[in-house]
């Protein structure tokens, strides 16, 4: 009965495989409330992260999702957020001039009259680190414990 839990940039999945019913069961029963606790606290943890959130919360926290769904021997619970850019949110990333692209406008005229070289030497940040704010790796690593132990409890006095 292998069971893995896996953690990328934009969601966080445990799945119990060649479950029998009664397991599967009460794993899902029980996982469900973890899931439900998690995919609150990932939303609370990216409120946190902004000063103002207003009326409109934009489209990253609009898309946290989860959910819990049952297979055939399988229980998968999961938490992540949909937003194309949610990655960035969670890991962080760093602004460099490799993002800067002579395809129009003015730097490819700087192109043209040989000026980019300099403007990309003397005045443009050549690598601004952007700080991570992760929202599901921290409530999944706080209920890590409790997902594990909803497993073992779920295979007990069958």
């Given amino acids: 009965m292998p069971f893995t839990m896996k953690v990328e940039a934009r969601s966080a999945f445990a799945q119990f495989d060649g479950l029998a019913d009664k397991v599967r069961q009460r794993f899902a029963g029980s996982i469900k409330r973890t899931e439900e606790a998690i995919l609150a606290e990932a939303r609370a943890n990216a409120v946190a992260h902004f000063h103002s959130v207003g009326a409109k919360p934009g489209v990253y926290l609009a898309s946290f999702s989860g959910g819990v769904k049952e297979t055939n021997g399988s229980v998968i619970g999961w938490v992540r957020n949909g937003a194309r850019l949610a990655h960035l949110m969670e890991d962080g990333f760093t602004i460099s001039d490799l993002m800067i692209q002579a395809k129009g406008g003015v730097m490819a005229w700087m192109e043209a009259n040989s000026v980019a070289a300099l403007y990309r030497r003397e005045i443009h940040r050549h690598a601004t680190p952007v700080q991570a704010f992760p929202a599901i790796r921290?409530?999944?690593?706080?209920?890590?414990a409790e997902i594990?132990?909803?497993?073992r409890a779920a295979v007990q006095n069958l």
């Fill in 138 to 144: 921290p409530a999944f690593e706080a209920h890590k």
């Fill in 148 to 151: 594990e132990a909803a497993a």
